[in-house]
């Protein structure tokens, strides 16, 4: 009995694969503008009226970041993962060592007022922030989700905590420490935080240059790479093959604050040889 209803069912699958054939066709047939659809890569340069952005060769803007027309990168800044810098109706300036954090923002004014967007050197602007249409002097914190708006000026060595809105047209002044919903000024920053505002920025930077060399590598390198960091985690400690980690190795993956690979990213399958 099963036999007749497989046979039944491979028969029905034939006729309907050829019904679907000929419908198609029929389809095709019928077309007036015949339209093929096709998939197009992520960009992430694009010019707005002829004006492309420049950025310096020793910046790093990762893949999924957007910068858009009329923009300037300098040396050693970063742009990172899903993060948009659009330059499109004025123009965008950003200084060297400076960073725009994931998925934060700078745009620029032209329908409400006429406003670039300036940024200084040894800025860090964090994850999710918004910069529009305002300037930040050099060495200046933008914490996580703040907001900077319109004609407002964040003066050197001064530091906007996470969530803040600076509302437009405010000044917050050099070595100051700004919070608050419309924001207001907290404090004088100590000479330890200005110090930290600088250091940050450099080491946002190192970490931006370990990420344009991952980035930079071909599919079939991190597949080799991949490999070879579980063939060494499965040695014995006493193989002649096991590499000398590092001091401040975590887990035997490498430094904290670079970039590896673990199994949980990459389950290879490697076995210990049988003892």
């Known amino acids: 009995m099963s036999s007749y209803v497989a046979k039944a069912s491979m028969g029905l699958s034939r006729v309907m694969r050829s019904v679907g054939s000929r419908l198609d066709t029929m389809g095709k047939g019928m077309e007036v503008l015949k339209y093929t659809e096709k998939l197009v890569p992520s960009t992430r340069f694009v010019a707005v009226d ?5 950025v310096a060769p020793e910046s790093f803007v990762a893949p999924s970041a957007a910068v858009i027309g009329n923009v300037t990168i300098g040396e050693a800044s970063s742009v990172w993962y899903g993060a948009v810098v659009r330059g499109d109706v004025n123009h965008v300036k950003i200084g060297t060592a400076s960073s725009i954090g994931d998925r934060a923002v700078v745009h620029v004014a032209k329908i ?12 860090t602007i964090s994850a999710g922030a ?3 249409a305002a300037t930040l002097q050099d060495s200046v914190v933008i914490g ?3 907001q900077v708006l319109d004609g407002a000026i964040v003066e050197s060595n001064s530091i906007v905590s996470p969530a803040s809105i600076v509302t437009p047209g405010t000044t917050v002044s050099s070595g100051e ?7 207001k000024k907290v404090r004088e920053l100590t000479e330890e935080e200005k110090i930290g505002i600088v250091t940050l920025a450099v080491e946002t930077s190192e970490l931006a240059n370990a990420h344009a060399i991952e980035n930079a590598k071909p599919y079939q390198q991190i597949l080799e790479e991949a490999e070879l960091a579980d063939i060494e985690k499965h040695l014995d400690d006493d193989s002649p093959r096991k590499p000398d980690y590092d001091t401040g190795d975590v887990l035997g993956q490498g430094q904290p604050g670079r970039i590896f690979r673990s199994t949980l990213s990459h389950p290879y399958d490697v076995k210990k040889p049988p003892e």
């Open 50 to 54: 002829g004006m492309a952005p420049k």
């Open 112 to 123: 409400q007022g006429d406003a670039p967007t300036v940024i200084g050197n040894h800025v």
């Open 130 to 132: 918004l910069i529009h």
């Open 144 to 146: 996580e989700m703040a």
């Open 177 to 183: 420490l700004w919070a608050g919903t419309p924001a």
